[in-house]
């Protein structure tokens, strides 16, 4: 039968294969292949013999899986769904002797999860020619051997199964000899010389005949083996095996030299023709690796690795000789026992390497698969993962299972686990093995932007530079990348009617706040903000924060002399009595400063004066009182002045000039029209000053003493004053402090000042003190009750005359 007859029987053989799967859509699928085939052939259609579409195979992730970790000799195309050929098949080296050979696959489909049995049959190929285990058959017989006697020959071993092994022998043609082929119980043929005409060994000592033995392909291999025979002295006995079949277990990864079995046979001849040695007759190529023969003892012994996994099942055929060339076989069965010495294997089939951390519970990570090539109880696998509590490991077919989440993940609690799967079979000992599975959690903007403190607060000196840094606010988002990005941003509000975007300004990125303009304190002093954090995650979260600025004072303002008024503004002089004993109260200095705290505490001190013993200044009060007794050598003119120096780091200060008369009457009063400036002129004109002013202050003296003798007997100091405008004590600039204890303005002390409205060379009036009737605030003074007060004229040197009345309470 050719080459392409047995394409079409194994075509048949598919299709019977096919139609029987197709009877069910669950049913398991099997297909043929001859060895040797070809990669890429195409064995079948799994889809189409599965009842699927390419779109439905696609999405379920059709695919074979195999218990075995060798060579893959099948896969499924995954554009058409056939079944092809991806290595090589050999079955000789795949299956060895075995009639039948076949690979077991599992086909797997996910979504829902299925499983269904795949069966490859390896079709046998006469590729393997059949080989004797010699190159040389060597017979010695006897020359009394009688016709028909049978000598068996060594049979050929083919690779091949089936039609494909041997099945025929062929002998020379000779005239003494011919050929008997036989089956054994299992099915080999064999052949045996056949004695049909007696030997003379005189005639003829020795021969050689050739055999040949050709197996049943197409076309047929064969193989010779040359037959020696000598013709020996006559030999009527043949070796016997004790038993025709030796069984044997042995287990699995038995050391090297390990004895197997002894193999015995008796000759009853003698000598020569009774001793008896052994080899090996029929024996596959895997046993002759794994075993030896002792040719002397029939010994068998351990020369290889014995390994369950790769051959259960040993047959080898022994044969005894004795000298003179007649045999007997025996066969020694081995029977590899299992050994615990495969830990189970773990497979990922199908993973999620990345899961949403708010993924509910019961989403599946991970599909494994577990394996043991060991057999028993050695093959039964428990599985498990170490304790956790957010995943746990569900039984699915099988050996399946499926790694779900037991609850829900937190990324900011763990942005990543590792997933350790045990496998361990019921062996003795029991064997495991371990699989880290790594599963990341993916990030959920569900964290909005924390500040790192619950408010902020920020102290700012006025006058800073526009630009400057005021503080800066932190908020934390413990989400991840994008999400976890922050920006910050201005609540829009007002500060004193105008936007808060033009006093402050903040990085976006940094949360650093600055100032868009420089701060005055004495215009505000502090000021509230809300920052709003906000992530860029989708939708964005975000969280505000109150943001406090104060402004602190600098010491940006000198004080402000209120009392006196500051020279060149207007001229003011204050009279002080001859009898002013010493501490007495002569004037005071008032003065206030726009800072606040330490740089509104002012002093005061003076820095030049007529008569530097006659008078002192209060440190923090301003008051102006006699240092001692004032007498009569005392100059009638005293010019104090004194400096306001406030307590900033860098201290200012402002000076102003106080003017006092030594005097008790107006007669007594010099010209005032230059005092404010004699220290300008020269020695000379002071002197005619004064002596203009003493006369003219002695004939007002004189008249101001006759009324006061007849209207009063006693009179206060008198102020002298220009003009008779007057501001009240009650009267502050806006935006100035009183600093208890730092001398501006106690309350201890009230004055009412009075400015003049005119030039330099104005009248002089007479008013009360506060406490007492104050000078109203128009023009001229009130006339006195009738028959209490009189007029006085009085004129100056550019002889103009105002009327000065005084009034007396007696």
């Known amino acids: 039968m050719g080459w392409k007859d047995f394409s079409a029987c194994a075509s048949l053989l598919v299709l019977a294969f096919f139609l ?16 040797e085939t070809r990669i890429a052939t195409v064995v079948g259609n799994i889809v189409k013999d599965m009842g699927m579409d390419s779109k439905t195979m696609s999405a379920r992730k059709v695919r074979l899986d195999t218990e075995e970790s060798g060579k893959r000799y099948f896969d499924i195309n995954p554009n058409t769904g056939d079944l092809v050929v991806s290595q090589v098949v050999d079955r000789e ?39 004797f285990a010699t190159d040389e058959i060597k017979l010695e017989i006897r020359e009394s051997a009688g ?31 011919a050929l008997r082929v036989s089956t054994n119980a299992d099915g080999i043929k064999y ?4 004695l049909e005409k007696e030997l003379d060994r005189e005639q003829q000592r020795d021969m050689s005949l050739h055999l040949t033995a050709s197996d049943g392909g197409s076309p047929p291999r064969s193989s010779s083996v040359t037959i020696h025979v000598n013709v020996l002295d006559a030999n009527d006995n043949v070796p016997v095996f004790g038993l025709p079949v030796y069984k044997i277990g042995l287990p699995e990864n038995s050391p090297l030299g390990t004895p197997v079995v002894t193999v015995s046979a008796a000759d009853a001849d003698e000598g020569v023709n009774g001793k008896v040695t052994y080899e090996f007759s029929r024996i ?95 093959k039964q696998v428990r599985c498990s993962i170490q304790e956790t509590s957010s995943f746990k490991l569900i039984p699915s077919i099988k050996k399946y299972y499926s790694i779900v989440t037991s609850q829900e993940l937190d990324r900011e609690i763990a942005s990543g686990y590792n997933i350790t799967v045990t496998a361990t079979d019921e062996g003795t000992p029991p064997l495991s093995s371990s699989m880290t599975i790594h599963v990341s959690v993916s990030d959920v903007n569900d964290n909005p932007p924390v500040f790192e403190e619950q408010s902020y607060s920020a102290y700012v000196s006025e006058n800073n530079k526009p ?88 010491n940006d303002n000198s004080p402000q002399i209120l009392y006196p008024a500051p020279a060149g503004n207007t001229f003011m002089t204050e009279m002080v009595p001859k009898a002013a004993l010493s501490g007495s109260l002569v004037s005071k200095v008032i003065a206030v400063d726009a800072d606040s705290g330490q740089n509104a505490w002012l002093s005061y001190q003076i820095i030049k004066s007529t008569d530097p013993g006659l008078f002192t200044v209060g440190l923090h009060s301003g008051e102006i009182r006699a240092l001692r007794d004032i007498s009569e050598s005392d100059s009638m003119k005293q010019n104090l002045v004194i400096s306001v120096k406030d307590n900033g780091q860098t201290p200012l200060s402002a000076t102003c000039t106080v ?17 404010s400036y004699e220290e300008n002129n020269s020695k000379l004109t002071s002197y005619l000053i004064i002596a203009l002013v003493s006369v003219s202050t002695f004939f007002l003296t004189f008249l101001i003493l006759v009324l006061a003798v007849r209207f009063c007997r006693r009179r206060k100091p008198r102020l002298l004053f220009d003009g008779a405008v007057a501001i009240p004590s009650a009267y502050f600039p806006p935006n100035y402090a009183e600093v208890e204890g730092a001398g501006t303005l106690r309350s201890s002390y009230n004055y009412d000042t009075y400015l003049t409205t005119g030039s330099r060379t104005s009248d002089f009036k007479f008013v009360t003190s506060y406490n007492d009737n104050t000078l109203p605030a ?33």
């Not at 051959?311 to 081995?334: F, M, P, T």
């Not at 990922?348 to 060991?374: Q, R």
């Not at 006092?660 to 230059?674: G, M, Q, R, Y």
């Open 778 to 810: 128009d023009d001229t003074m009130k006339n006195c009750p009738k028959g209490t007060g009189d007029s006085v004229a009085i004129s100056d040197n550019g002889s103009r005359f105002s009327t000065l009345v005084i009034c007396c309470l007696l």
């Open 659 to 675: 003017s006092l008369l030594i005097s008790d009457n107006l007669a007594e009063v010099p010209d005032l029209k230059d005092v």
């Open 20 to 35: 029987s799967a197709l009877t069910g859509s669950y049913a398991d699928l099997a297909y043929s292949v001859a060895e």
């Open 191 to 194: 052949g045996e010389l056949v």
């Open 93 to 131: 080296a795949l299956c060895g002797s075995r009639s039948s050979c076949a690979l077991n696959y599992e086909l797997v489909l996910e979504n829902p999860l299925e499983l269904h049995g795949l069966v490859v049959h390896i079709l046998d190929v006469n590729d393997n020619a059949p080989q």
């Open 284 to 378: 596959s190529d895997a046993a002759a690796r794994s075993f030896s023969l002792d040719r002397n003892t029939g010994e068998v012994r351990v020369a290889g690795l014995i390994d369950y996994e790769e051959e259960a099942h040993y047959e080898i055929g022994i044969q005894a000789k004795d000298g003179l060339g007649l045999a007997s076989n025996a066969k020694v069965i081995v029977d590899i026992t299992d050994v615990n010495d495969n830990a189970p294997v773990i497979v990922v089939k199908s993973m999620s390497n990345s899961i949403p951390e708010n993924a509910p519970p019961g989403t599946e990570v991970a599909i494994i698969h577990v394996h043991d090539k060991d057999a028993g109880g050695n």
């Open 147 to 177: 016709k028909g006697t049978v000598f068996l020959l060594s049979e050929a071993h083919d690779a091949d199964v089936g039609t494909n092994a041997v099945q025929r022998y062929s002998l020379q043609r000779n005239e003494h000899f």
């Open 467 to 554: 630009g400057s840094s005021v503080c800066s606010v932190t908020a934390r988002d413990p989400d991840w990348r994008q999400n976890g990005t922050v920006f910050y941003s201005l609540l829009p509000s007002e500060v004193s009617g105008a936007p808060v975007s033009s006093f402050l300004s903040i990085n976006g990125d940094t949360g650093v706040i600055h100032a868009v303009r420089s701060f005055d304190y004495e215009k505000f002093r502090s000021l509230k903000v809300q920052v709003v954090a906000r992530d860029n995650g989708s939708p964005p979260l975000s969280s505000n924060v109150t943001v406090s600025i104060f402004i602190s004072d600098e």
